[in-house]
């Protein structure tokens, strides 16, 4: 499942927004996109930190098209680098990558946001970490079927529960609500049938959050902060009618699409 968790672990290695579209074609053949931002204010955080601390902290390099490229054969067999761009605005530094694939039943997708920033993204492979995987049959329609990571798994975040104050709960509130993450499927075609939560004419939603419209409610934050990592299916429990908020709960997502 896709979820961003509520944690300092987002508020120091993430203050960023990313998106992520899985192109389909009617073949199975495809493309997956996914864009990142960070801040400046984060990129200014770890240009501190590693000053103070004698280059022990590095700053992250968010933009490594060499880590790019070695990330498309842990995505899947046939998988192939397409092309990366340099993201520089008034918002901060980042990056879009495309990776393009022959045969999304050879995909697997990785349903964390950002973690194409990390320098050993490929160490994580096969550590206790889930995939969104695909079984797809061309027809008319075209058949897919998207299976998802469990809905009831916790969030391994650390647990803020109990150490976080109103003043921590506030600096957290403010760090993340420029956060926003989503994941979406887009078919070639129009969508025939599905029992996906979140869709339009040709595409489905897996995930967004905007943390900007969770954030609004002060005393709504503090309560998600206060029940510790969370489970998808927990969180969206507990931000029923959110705008912005999208979460799949499926163990299975089927789309059929011609």
Not at 71 to 77: L, S
Not at 191 to 197: D, K, P, S
């Amino acid at each position: 499942m896709v979820c961003i968790g509520f944690s300092a672990l987002f508020f120091l290695a993430g203050c960023l927004q990313e998106e992520k579209i899985l192109k389909l074609n009617a073949d199975g053949s495809g493309t997956i996109e996914e864009r990142v931002v960070r801040s400046k204010e984060m990129a200014a955080f770890y240009q501190q930190m590693s000053a103070q601390s004698q280059g022990v902290i590095s700053t992250p390099d968010i933009f490594n098209e060499s880590r790019f490229k070695a990330a498309a054969t842990e995505i899947g067999h046939g998988v192939t680098f397409v092309s990366a761009k340099n993201l520089k605005g008034e918002k901060g530094d980042g990056f879009a990558v495309v990776y393009a694939f022959s045969d999304i039943n050879k995909v697997k997708l990785d349903p964390n946001p950002g973690d194409l920033m990390s320098a050993d993204s490929s160490a994580k492979i096969g550590q206790d970490k889930e995939f969104i995987t695909f079984r797809f049959t061309k027809g008319k329609p075209s058949e897919l079927h998207v299976s998802l990571p469990s809905a009831d798994k916790k969030s391994k975040d650390i647990d803020l529960s109990k150490q976080a104050d109103d003043q921590l709960i506030q600096a957290l509130r403010e760090g993340m609500k420029d956060m926003r993450s989503s994941l979406r499927i887009e078919v070639a075609g129009a969508i025939r049938e599905t029992n996906a939560e979140y869709h339009g004419n040709s595409w489905v939603t897996l995930s967004e959050m905007d943390m900007k419209k969770i954030t609004a409610n002060p005393e709504r934050f503090k309560a998600l902060i206060k029940a510790g990592p969370l489970s998808p299916r927990s969180t969206k429990a507990m931000l029923p009618g959110v705008d912005g908020v999208e979460i799949e709960i499926a163990p299975e997502v089927t789309i059929k699409f011609q």
